[in-house]
């Protein structure tokens, strides 16, 4: 209990401190959100009566001091672009990106643990082999090129799928999930490829080991020893991988929500940031970051439960 | 394991297959069109306070002033019904059209249209969000169907400006127009989901003729590099803003309508800074542009030269002589710069917005024409927002490549930003006799003079070699085949109510 509550405490410093810098580096980039708002019809006195309008002459750390406030109460303010708040418009984008991000990340795990399993099974096979290297070009390849081959063979070819076509969560659930089917895998094969690498060398370097031999003298068959005492092992570095792994989903979604056309936080992100509609983007940040603390702190208890050996 | 491995891959499978199955429907149905666009609404709702184009592009469909454009370039009345001048040019009578309705079903009464002419004008509190509505002293109501506006000074433009997106007459009850569209346009805005779209309705009590398709969806588009498979798998019916090399990649399940940008593409150089506070310096760059040089290369060979701050679509004004002005020539570029103390060339910074690749393509040829008078030019990408507040709005740059686009169909919208003291002036650019023809243009009552007045001023920005005029680009529209009648504007405009279903 006294290791959750000082995990968590750690958490609201970190996402603080992100936010504090977030809210910083938006104070020295050139441009703010009178300038974007007024674009090329702006003359600058129409921009500073803006700027006083929307609050923005006021010092740095009075605005800050406010935006935290308000924050930590759940009232994450108004965005300057679209006039609603922002609670709202980010409460409908996250559950398109938090679908992604697990929808991918089921796929990473179901995929790619049996997959690794059976190479380092039969790590001489040619099968093997041909696995092997079809995972040195997956891994090389970005999603967002994946996510466009995908989208020419799957969309355009064979017509499984319309580009482009999402399909909102609250119209038509079905129609979504199967929409992004698709970017998951585009975000989920190199991930695989990954993993999979990972899994069989750390297979194959327990299997090395002196309890292994022990294992078998004892009389059990190569299957027990593998799921009963080497797959236990290795996994613990497989799930620190995949840990890091869905924070890197998370971020990575960004890119390929680009790629087809998902209106999901990333999008709104990078939207936010061009358009200086820091309430916007702030929260967003703010909330990725808590996230992906969040996630790190549920692989910490996991090792936990995984290897009891692990100090908190 | 093995067979379970296959048995999961199988289970997988079978999944995609089914559901893709039962997704695709819906092809063929031409009560619906949806159209892509690079960027969401995100300046305003409100057609007052809307400034970016693509906005004003959009809500045009949902806002009607007293007047609006027509395709040719004039204006042609609509929440009024006619207007008269009185002789002096400082008084507008508008009877209001019979009939007009919002969209909340609301009639349009005077009440309304002064209120938001009033909202526009500035009288409220706020500036002028068009600066001709400066001149407007008073709106008057006359009575329940006349409205009259007096100017302080006479204006023969203003019919034009009232057609604007930037002048629609909304409803004085709604109180929170940033948010919720009402208008009397054609379409009535039905919802909208921040970056993903905006939807529409045709609006059945719509004075005018009717709108062919029921349903639209502008569809924001970001991603340049999915645009054409999305048009191809058929998740986009239209893009308006597109280029040769994506039409080309296109297939034959779509009509390509060839129009152009209606923008002023120049290198805009800053008139106050070294070395292009020198006369000579500019010209000497006007002459080392090849114009043509840089269509070719960098857009198939599509666009229009042009030499001057007018658009071609601007008939009345625009002088195609002034194009030859500054015929590409080295020798007489390097000439120019020898007499102006340039002798051995200079290096300068070319800062242009990466968000806008036709510019950034545009440059990149320029510097290497450049080189060849000794000019050694180097390209700055800055993100749009950082182009606004830094080039834009502080006027700190040396020079840069963008298209300005005409605010109203008036040439004075396209004139105005070189004149001395204007907001607008990003270029610096000071002249004297410029300020005061401008003045002489805006204020008389004589069409055929102001006309003459425009053109001088033309003639002006091209002698004193204000920028390099480059282009109107030329600009491409996608339609799916299953719908006809794309009409182009000589503004930067969407008339979906022109589309109907192919037949």
């Not at chain 2, 695709?24 to 009560?31: A, E, F, P, R």
């Given at each position: 209990m006294k290791y959750v509550i000082k995990k968590f405490i750690t958490m609201l410093i970190t996402v603080f401190f992100v936010s504090f810098f977030v809210f910083i580096a938006f104070q020295i980039i050139p441009g703010d959100p009178a300038t974007a708002m007024l674009g090329?019809?702006?003359?600058p006195d129409e921009v500073a009566a803006l700027r006083v309008k929307l609050g923005l002459d006021r010092p740095i750390l009075v605005r800050y001091g406010e935006w935290l406030i308000a924050f930590f109460f759940g009232d994450m303010g108004k965005s300057y672009s679209y006039g609603i708040s922002v609670k709202e418009m980010i409460g409908n984008k996250i559950p398109i990106t938090v679908t992604l991000t697990l929808m991918s990340f089921l796929m990473i795990v179901c995929v790619s643990i049996p997959l690794g399993i059976y190479l380092a099974e039969h790590k001489n096979s040619p099968i093997t082999r041909f696995i092997d290297g079809l995972n040195r070009v997956i891994m090389a390849v970005p999603a967002f090129f994946t996510g466009i081959m995908l989208t020419f063979i799957f969309g355009l070819v064979f017509r499984l799928f319309t580009p482009g076509g999402y399909v909102s969560y609250e119209r038509n659930l079905p129609d979504f999930l199967y929409y992004l089917l698709y970017p998951a895998i585009a975000i989920a094969l190199p991930k695989i490829a990954m993993t999979v690498k990972l899994l069989k060398s750390a297979l194959l370097n327990e299997a090395e080991l002196d309890y292994v031999r022990t294992a078998f003298s004892r009389g059990n068959t190569t299957r027990q020893v593998i799921y009963k005492h080497i797959l236990k092992n290795a996994l613990i570095p497989v799930i620190t991988f995949l840990g890091m792994t869905l924070s890197d989903i998370v971020a990575g979604s960004i890119i390929i929500e680009q790629v087809f056309s998902i209106p999901g936080i990333g999008r709104l992100l990078i939207t936010s940031i061009s358009n200086r509609d820091y309430p916007v983007a702030l929260s967003i940040i703010s909330m990725v970051a808590f996230i992906v603390i969040f996630i790190n702190f549920l692989v910490d208890l996991l090792y936990k439960y995984i290897d009891p050996r692990t100090e908190g | 394991m093995k067979k379970k491995f296959a048995l999961i891959l199988l289970v997988l499978l079978t999944l995609t297959i089914v559901l893709g199955a039962c997704s695709?429907?819906?092809?063929?149905?031409?009560?619906k069109i949806t159209i892509g666009i690079a960027q969401d609404l995100e300046d305003s709702l409100d057609p007052h306070r809307a400034v970016a184009a693509g906005t004003k592009e959009v809500l045009f469909n949902v806002y009607e002033g007293l007047m609006k454009p027509a395709p040719d370039g004039s204006v042609i009345p609509a929440v009024a019904e006619k207007f008269e001048v009185s002789q002096d040019g400082k008084e507008y009578t508008f009877t209001l059209r019979e009939g007009v309705k919002f969209h909340n079903g609301d009639p349009v009464k005077a009440s309304d249209v002064k209120y938001s002419i009033e909202k526009i004008a500035g009288m409220m509190g706020d500036k002028p969000r068009i600066s001709a509505f400066s001149l407007i002293e008073a709106v008057n109501i006359e009575d329940e169907k006349t409205i009259v506006i007096k100017l302080s000074e006479p204006n023969m433009e203003l019919p034009y400006h009232l057609a604007m997106t930037n002048a629609a007459i909304i409803p004085e009850s709604n109180k929170t127009p940033d948010t919720v569209a009402i208008g009397t346009g054609p379409y009535k805005f039905v919802s909208r989901s921040p970056q993903e779209n905006i939807v529409m309705e045709s609006f059945d009590d719509y004075w005018g003729d009717k709108p062919f398709i029921k349903d639209v969806i502008f569809k924001i588009e970001a991603n340049a590099d999915t645009l054409v498979m999305d048009l191809m798998g058929g998740s986009l019916d239209m893009f308006k803003h597109m280029t040769k090399t994506q039409v080309d990649q296109?297939?034959?399940n779509f009509r390509i309508y060839e129009g152009t940008a209606n923008l002023v593409q120049a290198l805009y150089l800053n008139n106050k800074e070294k070395p292009f506070d020198d006369i000579r310096v500019r010209q000497a760059m006007c002459y080392a542009t090849d114009k043509e040089g840089v269509i070719k290369l960098a857009f198939d060979g599509k666009g229009v030269p042009i030499g001057s701050a007018v658009i071609p679509a601007f008939k009345k004004y625009y002088m195609p002589e002034l194009n030859d002005v500054y015929t590409y020539d080295v020798e007489k570029a390097k000439e120019l710069l020898k007499e102006a103390g340039y002798e051995n060339g200079f290096n300068m910074t070319i800062t242009v917005p990466s968000n806008y690749d036709p510019h950034v393509k545009t440059a990149e040829v320029l510097v290497e024409q450049y080189k060849k008078v000794g000019i050694n030019a180097k390209l700055e990408l800055v993100e749009w927002n950082s182009w606004l507040s830094d080039v834009y709005g502080d006027r700190k740059h040396q020079s840069t490549i963008v298209g300005t686009d005409p605010s109203s169909m008036t040439a004075r919208a396209m004139l105005e930003r070189y004149v001395s003291d204007s907001g607008k002036n990003f270029v610096n650019f000071s002249d004297e006799r410029y300020d005061e023809i401008f003045k002489k243009a805006i204020s008389t009552v004589d069409d055929e003079e102001s006309t003459i007045c425009y053109k001088q001023l033309e003639t002006i920005l091209t002698e004193k070699a204000a920028s390099v005029y480059i282009q109107d680009m030329a600009e491409f529209v996608a339609l799916n085949k299953k719908f006809d009648g794309y009409t182009f504007y000589p503004m930067y405009i969407i008339d979906v109510s022109k589309i109907k279903p192919a037949s």
């Open positions: 090329t019809e702006a003359t | 695709s429907t819906g092809k063929g149905d031409s009560s296109l297939d034959d």
